[in-house]
C-alpha cells in the first residue's frame, strides 16, 4: 500500500507536468542547457555533468515530433516527479504514516516554485531526486542499519554533487547524521574508507567534462579540457567560488534580508494550510530530537537549518529587483523539501490525535489527498505553459531583423541562450554570427568564436575594459565595420570607448551599430524600424514578476518606446525635424492606449514630444495634460523637474 500510494503521487505529479510543461524552450539558463546537451558541449560552471549525460539520454529518446526542448523539459518532469515519490516514501516511513508522506509528497511536487522548474530545462529537478534519494535512505538505513544503504547513500550524495553542488548544503547533514545515528558501526576507519570511495564514485560523470571541451561545441564553456581549465571551471571560479553571483552582480545582502526572502517564498509555496501543518511538524520533529538525539526527527531539522544558514552567508544576489529574487527562490527548493517533510509530520500528528480519525485511516488517506488536490488546483493556472512559447519568439524577433550575414552582438543570459537553442536545433538565420560580449570577456571566449562565427575580427585576445588586458567595444566595431552589425542586451557596463564613434539606432528588440561618418536617412530608418517593430502576441500569457515573461514583457514595451525616444533625441530642437515629432506622440500614444502601467518615462517622453512639436488644438492641448497627468501618478517623488511640470499642466488647464 505504502509503495502504490507514493507511486500515484508520483504518477500524478508527471502527468500533470507533462501536460503543463513548455513545448519549446523556456527562459534563463535553459536554453544554453538544452544547446549544450545538444551539441555536446560543456554547460556553464560547475559543469553540470551528470545532467549533460542523463539529457544526452534523452535527447535521444522516440517522443513522436517533440522537440529537443520539450524533451529536456520531460526530463525535469521525470525527475521531480520520482523526488515526490521518494519523498512519500520517506516521510510514510518515517512518520509511521501513510498520510503524513501523501502530504508532504504532494505539497512538494504541486508547490509553485517546484513546479516551474519541472516543467521546464533546469538543473534543479534532478537535485531535488538526489536529495529525495538520500532523505529515503537514511530513512531507511535507522530502521535497518544496513551498510548497504549507507553506501548507496554516499553514492548518490557523489552523483548530486556532478549534477549540483549545493546538494553540499542538505547532503552532508544526512551524512554526518548517518555516522552519528550509527552509534560507531560507520565510523570506523575502513567503513569511513568505503563511504569516502562510493562517493568518489558518483562524481566520475564529472571526467566527461574534458571530454566535451574538446568537441569544440556550438555551445559550450571554459576550457575544461585543460588541468587549470577544468578546476577553473569545477570550482566556479569565474563566478566566486564560494558566491551565488560574480562581480558585477554580486551585492552586499544582509543575512536577515535572505532569511525574509525564504520565509515569504515558502508561505507562498505552502499556502496558510501548508505553513499551519510545517509548525505542527517542526514542533513534533524538535519535540523528538529532545527525546531521542540519534533519532529520525535530527534529520529532519539538520539539513534545512545548514541550507538556510548557508545561504545567508553567500546569498550576495540583490534582493532590490524581482528577477534576482527569483533567481534567488531556485535555490530555496532544498529547505522546502523539508519545509513539505514538516507539514507531512504536522499532519500525521494531527490526524492521530483525533478519535474518529484515528478509527478510520481511509478518511486520513481522502484528506491527505484533498490537501494536495487543493495544492494541486490553487497553481495549476499560472504553471501551465504547454502553449507558452514567449521565449522562442523573443528570441526569434531578435534573428529577424539581423541583415543578411550580420554580426549580432549579445548580452544577457536570456538574450544569448534562447538566440544559440534557435540557430543550432531550430536551425533558425544560421547566416547571423552571434558573439555574446560576457563569454568574449573571458580568456576562451574568442577562440570559441573563431570557430563558430567565422569572419568575425577580434583585435586581441578578449574584451577588457583595460586596453592593456584586450580589446574595447570601438576597436572590435573598427574590425568588423565590413559586416552589418547589431547589438541585442546593450553593451558592455563600464565601455564607453565607442560613444563618440559609434551611434545605436533601435531596430525591434535590438539597436544598429551606426559608425557616426555613415550617413543615416531618417526617413529610411523609421520604415525599417517600423517593419522590425516586435510582433508577440502576449494574450492569455501571465507574466509575474521575477519571471522570464516579465522580462520579455518589459522589453516588448521598452523597446516599443525606445524607438519614439530616439525620434525625439534626433529631432532636437531642429524645426525642420518637428514633424516627426508627431510620429514619436503617435508610437507613445499607442503604447499608454495598450499598456497602462507603462513606465513613468513613457508618459514624460509622450508630453514632450507633444509640446515640441507645437500644441496648435485644444485636442493636443488635452492629450498633452493627459500625459503629464499620467506621468504624475508614477513619477519619482525626487524629480528636479516636478515644480515645472505642475507648472505647465497649470498652463494647459488655463
Given at each position: 500500500?505504502?509503495?502504490?500510494?507514493?507511486?500515484?503521487?508520483?504518477?500524478?505529479?508527471?502527468?500533470?507536468?507533462?501536460?503543463?510543461?513548455?513545448?519549446?524552450?523556456?527562459?534563463?539558463?535553459?536554453?544554453?542547457?538544452?544547446?549544450?546537451?545538444?551539441?555536446?558541449?560543456?554547460?556553464?560552471?560547475?559543469?553540470?555533468?551528470?545532467?549533460?549525460?542523463?539529457?544526452?539520454?534523452?535527447?535521444?529518446?522516440?517522443?513522436?515530433?517533440?522537440?529537443?526542448?520539450?524533451?529536456?523539459?520531460?526530463?525535469?518532469?521525470?525527475?521531480?516527479?520520482?523526488?515526490?515519490?521518494?519523498?512519500?516514501?520517506?516521510?510514510?516511513?518515517?512518520?509511521?504514516?501513510?498520510?503524513?508522506?501523501?502530504?508532504?509528497?504532494?505539497?512538494?511536487?504541486?508547490?509553485?516554485?517546484?513546479?516551474?522548474?519541472?516543467?521546464?530545462?533546469?538543473?534543479?529537478?534532478?537535485?531535488?531526486?538526489?536529495?529525495?534519494?538520500?532523505?529515503?535512505?537514511?530513512?531507511?538505513?535507522?530502521?535497518?542499519?544496513?551498510?548497504?544503504?549507507?553506501?548507496?547513500?554516499?553514492?548518490?550524495?557523489?552523483?548530486?554533487?556532478?549534477?549540483?553542488?549545493?546538494?553540499?548544503?542538505?547532503?552532508?547533514?544526512?551524512?554526518?547524521?548517518?555516522?552519528?545515528?550509527?552509534?560507531?558501526?560507520?565510523?570506523?576507519?575502513?567503513?569511513?574508507?568505503?563511504?569516502?570511495?562510493?562517493?568518489?564514485?558518483?562524481?566520475?560523470?564529472?571526467?566527461?567534462?574534458?571530454?566535451?571541451?574538446?568537441?569544440?561545441?556550438?555551445?559550450?564553456?571554459?576550457?575544461?579540457?585543460?588541468?587549470?581549465?577544468?578546476?577553473?571551471?569545477?570550482?566556479?571560479?569565474?563566478?566566486?567560488?564560494?558566491?551565488?553571483?560574480?562581480?558585477?552582480?554580486?551585492?552586499?545582502?544582509?543575512?536577515?534580508?535572505?532569511?525574509?526572502?525564504?520565509?515569504?517564498?515558502?508561505?507562498?509555496?505552502?499556502?496558510?494550510?501548508?505553513?499551519?501543518?510545517?509548525?505542527?511538524?517542526?514542533?513534533?520533529?524538535?519535540?523528538?530530537?529532545?527525546?531521542?538525539?540519534?533519532?529520525?526527527?535530527?534529520?529532519?531539522?539538520?539539513?534545512?537549518?545548514?541550507?538556510?544558514?548557508?545561504?545567508?552567508?553567500?546569498?550576495?544576489?540583490?534582493?532590490?529587483?524581482?528577477?534576482?529574487?527569483?533567481?534567488?527562490?531556485?535555490?530555496?527548493?532544498?529547505?522546502?523539501?523539508?519545509?513539505?517533510?514538516?507539514?507531512?509530520?504536522?499532519?500525521?500528528?494531527?490526524?492521530?490525535?483525533?478519535?474518529?480519525?484515528?478509527?478510520?485511516?481511509?478518511?486520513?488517506?481522502?484528506l491527505a489527498s484533498v490537501i494536495v488536490l487543493v495544492q494541486l488546483a490553487v497553481h495549476h493556472r499560472e504553471l501551465d505553459h504547454h502553449d507558452n512559447e514567449l521565449v522562442e519568439e523573443y528570441g526569434a524577433e531578435m534573428l529577424r531583423v539581423v541583415p543578411q550575414g550580420g554580426v549580432l552582438f549579445t548580452k544577457g543570459d536570456v538574450i544569448t541562450n534562447t538566440i544559440?537553442?534557435?540557430?543550432?536545433?531550430?536551425?533558425?538565420?544560421?547566416?547571423?554570427?552571434?558573439?555574446?560580449?560576457?563569454?568574449?570577456?573571458?580568456?576562451?571566449?574568442?577562440?570559441?568564436?573563431?570557430?563558430?562565427?567565422?569572419?568575425?575580427?577580434?583585435?586581441?585576445?578578449?574584451?577588457?575594459?583595460?586596453?592593456?588586458?584586450?580589446?574595447q567595444l570601438k576597436q572590435l566595431f573598427d574590425a568588423n565595420l565590413s559586416s552589418p552589425m547589431v547589438v541585442c542586451g546593450d553593451l558592455t557596463p563600464g565601455d564607453h570607448s565607442s560613444n563618440a564613434s559609434y551611434g545605436l539606432w533601435p531596430l525591434g528588440f535590438c539597436d544598429e551599430v551606426h559608425a557616426g561618418s555613415e550617413p543615416v536617412s531618417l526617413d529610411d530608418?523609421?520604415?525599417?524600424?517600423?517593419?522590425?517593430?516586435?510582433?508577440?502576441?502576449?494574450?492569455?500569457?501571465?507574466?509575474?514578476?521575477?519571471?522570464?515573461?516579465?522580462?520579455?514583457?518589459?522589453?516588448?514595451?521598452?523597446?516599443?518606446?525606445?524607438?519614439?525616444?530616439?525620434?525625439?533625441?534626433?529631432?532636437?530642437?531642429?524645426?525642420?525635424?518637428?514633424?516627426?515629432?508627431?510620429?514619436?506622440?503617435?508610437?507613445?500614444?499607442?503604447?499608454?492606449?495598450?499598456?497602462?502601467?507603462?513606465?513613468?518615462?513613457?508618459?514624460?517622453?509622450?508630453?514632450?514630444?507633444?509640446?515640441?512639436?507645437?500644441?496648435?488644438?485644444?485636442?493636443?492641448?488635452?492629450?498633452?495634460?493627459?500625459?503629464?497627468?499620467?506621468?504624475?501618478?508614477?513619477?519619482?517623488?525626487?524629480?528636479?523637474?516636478?515644480?515645472?511640470?505642475?507648472?505647465?499642466?497649470?498652463?494647459?488647464?488655463?
Amino acid at each position: 500500500m505504502r509503495r502504490l500510494a507514493a507511486s500515484l503521487v508520483g504518477l500524478l505529479a508527471f502527468v500533470v507536468y507533462l501536460f503543463t510543461a513548455y513545448r519549446t524552450v523556456p527562459g534563463g539558463d535553459s536554453g544554453e542547457l538544452i544547446g549544450a546537451v545538444a551539441s555536446g558541449g560543456v554547460i556553464h560552471p560547475p559543469g553540470y555533468p551528470l545532467y549533460a549525460l542523463l539529457g544526452a539520454l534523452f535527447v535521444r529518446m522516440p517522443m513522436g515530433s517533440g522537440s529537443v526542448a520539450f524533451r529536456l523539459n520531460v526530463m525535469s518532469a521525470v525527475c521531480d516527479a520520482l523526488a515526490a515519490a521518494f519523498l512519500t516514501r520517506a516521510v510514510t516511513r518515517g512518520a509511521r504514516s501513510l498520510p503524513a508522506g501523501i502530504v508532504a509528497g504532494g505539497l512538494f511536487a504541486f508547490a509553485p516554485g517546484v513546479w516551474r522548474y519541472a516543467i521546464a530545462a533546469e538543473v534543479f529537478a534532478l537535485n531535488n531526486l538526489a536529495i529525495a534519494v538520500l532523505l529515503w535512505l537514511a530513512v531507511r538505513y535507522h530502521s535497518t542499519r544496513d551498510r548497504k544503504l549507507a553506501m548507496a547513500g554516499a553514492f548518490v550524495l557523489g552523483l548530486g554533487l556532478a549534477n549540483h553542488q549545493t546538494i553540499l548544503f542538505t547532503g552532508l547533514p544526512i551524512v554526518a547524521w548517518s555516522v552519528f545515528a550509527s552509534r560507531g558501526d560507520l565510523a570506523s576507519p575502513k567503513v569511513l574508507a568505503r563511504l569516502v570511495l562510493a562517493g568518489a564514485a558518483g562524481l566520475l560523470p564529472y571526467l566527461y567534462l574534458p571530454i566535451a571541451a574538446s568537441h569544440r561545441a556550438f555551445v559550450s564553456w571554459g576550457a575544461a579540457d585543460t588541468w587549470p581549465g577544468f578546476w577553473t571551471h569545477v570550482l566556479r571560479r569565474e563566478y566566486g567560488t564560494f558566491h551565488l553571483a560574480p562581480q558585477g552582480v554580486a551585492a552586499d545582502v544582509h543575512a536577515l534580508d535572505v532569511f525574509a526572502a525564504w520565509w515569504t517564498y515558502t508561505f507562498d509555496q505552502l499556502g496558510p494550510w501548508g505553513v499551519g501543518l510545517m509548525a505542527v511538524g517542526l514542533f513534533a520533529c524538535v519535540r523528538e530530537v529532545a527525546r531521542r538525539p540519534r533519532g529520525l526527527g535530527l534529520v529532519a531539522l539538520a539539513p534545512p537549518v545548514v541550507a538556510i544558514a548557508v545561504m545567508m552567508a553567500l546569498g550576495n544576489l540583490p534582493l532590490t529587483t524581482d528577477l534576482y529574487r527569483g533567481i534567488l527562490a531556485r535555490f530555496w527548493q532544498q529547505p522546502d523539501l523539508y519545509a513539505c517533510v514538516f507539514a507531512g509530520v504536522g499532519f500525521g500528528a494531527i490526524v492521530s490525535r483525533v478519535p474518529a480519525l484515528v478509527v478510520r485511516p481511509g478518511l486520513q488517506v481522502r484528506l491527505a489527498s484533498v490537501i494536495v488536490l487543493v495544492q494541486l488546483a490553487v497553481h495549476h493556472r499560472e504553471l501551465d505553459h504547454h502553449d507558452n512559447e514567449l521565449v522562442e519568439e523573443y528570441g526569434a524577433e531578435m534573428l529577424r531583423v539581423v541583415p543578411q550575414g550580420g554580426v549580432l552582438f549579445t548580452k544577457g543570459d536570456v538574450i544569448t541562450n534562447t538566440i544559440r537553442y534557435l540557430q543550432l536545433t531550430e536551425h533558425v538565420r544560421p547566416d547571423v554570427r552571434v558573439v555574446d560580449q560576457e563569454i568574449l570577456a573571458t580568456s576562451w571566449g574568442p577562440s570559441l568564436f573563431e570557430e563558430h562565427a567565422r569572419g568575425v575580427v577580434f583585435p586581441g585576445p578578449r574584451l577588457s575594459l583595460s586596453p592593456a588586458q584586450g580589446f574595447q567595444l570601438k576597436q572590435l566595431f573598427d574590425a568588423n565595420l565590413s559586416s552589418p552589425m547589431v547589438v541585442c542586451g546593450d553593451l558592455t557596463p563600464g565601455d564607453h570607448s565607442s560613444n563618440a564613434s559609434y551611434g545605436l539606432w533601435p531596430l525591434g528588440f535590438c539597436d544598429e551599430v551606426h559608425a557616426g561618418s555613415e550617413p543615416v536617412s531618417l526617413d529610411d530608418w523609421l520604415e525599417r524600424s517600423e517593419v522590425a517593430a516586435p510582433n508577440i502576441d502576449f494574450r492569455g500569457h501571465a507574466h509575474p514578476p521575477g519571471s522570464w515573461e516579465a522580462i520579455v514583457w518589459s522589453d516588448y514595451w521598452e523597446v516599443r518606446q525606445a524607438r519614439a525616444a530616439h525620434i525625439i533625441t534626433i529631432a532636437g530642437n531642429n524645426p525642420a525635424r518637428h514633424k516627426y515629432l508627431s510620429v514619436a506622440a503617435d508610437i507613445l500614444q499607442r503604447i499608454v492606449d495598450d499598456n497602462p502601467d507603462v513606465p513613468a518615462h513613457v508618459h514624460k517622453n509622450l508630453a514632450l514630444a507633444i509640446g515640441r512639436s507645437g500644441i496648435t488644438t485644444p485636442a493636443q492641448k488635452t492629450q498633452a495634460l493627459r500625459a503629464w497627468e499620467g506621468y504624475l501618478r508614477v513619477a519619482p517623488p525626487d524629480d528636479p523637474q516636478l515644480p515645472a511640470i505642475h507648472a505647465e499642466i497649470e498652463r494647459l488647464k488655463r
